[in-house]
């Protein structure tokens, strides 16, 4: 492995949905502490936005038809396991009367993985889960917290495409496609939270 996949395997490594939403959500915290009504939801949203999704990777090498699947079968349960995290949080959210940003949060991660979904399964057109999952915390930082944070995240985004594009992981089309998921997921989510509320 050159220097430059190795820096590359470091970036994709770094921006897992796990580490970026935990991120996120402790930024968030630390900032707009009025977002949260108690640690709890703080912890909620981190087990079921982050902790829930990345099960997939230790659950794969352990169950029997999954495992002879390889890479194939590890995201097909990344798939499942998101769906099934994120539909919870959206509920939890909705059901608990979280605030009104954390629903925000919790149902653009929702609806994201429901389109990702139609558009790798249905529509046979495979949008990257990486890149979905790594824009969803930058663009809603930039939401929440002002056009201060553009120049850090687009910086993050880029040095993931990077990282994604040497790696071979995905082709500029999965990536973009990807992103304009969760782009798509913001908008229909901030339209959802405003009948919801």
């Not at 917290?145 to 990282?163: F, H, N, R, T």
Request: aromatic content about 8%.
């Amino acid at each position: 492995m050159t220097k430059k996949e190795s820096i590359a395997k470091l970036i994709r490594t770094l921006s897992i949905p796990p580490v970026l939403v935990t991120a996120m959500l402790c930024i968030l915290a630390t900032v707009k502490p009025s977002y949260f009504h108690s640690p709890a939801e703080i912890l909620t949203c981190i087990l079921l936005l982050g902790i829930v999704p990345v099960l997939a990777y230790p659950l794969q090498k352990i169950l029997p038809g999954l495992k002879e699947m390889g890479r194939e079968g590890q995201r097909n349960l990344a798939f499942l396991l998101n769906l099934i995290g994120y539909a919870a949080a959206f509920l939890w959210a909705l059901l608990e009367k979280a605030s009104d940003e954390l629903l925000l949060i919790c149902s653009t991660y929702a609806l994201s993985v429901v389109l990702l979904t139609i558009c790798n399964k249905a529509l046979h057109f495979r949008a990257s889960g990486h890149a979905c999952s790594f824009t969803g915390p930058l663009l809603l930082l930039v939401y929440f917290l002002g056009w201060k944070m553009a120049v850090p995240c687009v910086l993050v985004a880029a040095l993931v495409i990077w990282s994604s594009l040497v790696l071979k992981r995905h082709t500029k089309q999965e990536l973009t496609g990807g992103i304009l998921v969760c782009a798509v997921s913001f908008l229909l989510s901030l339209a959802l939270v405003s009948i919801l509320r």
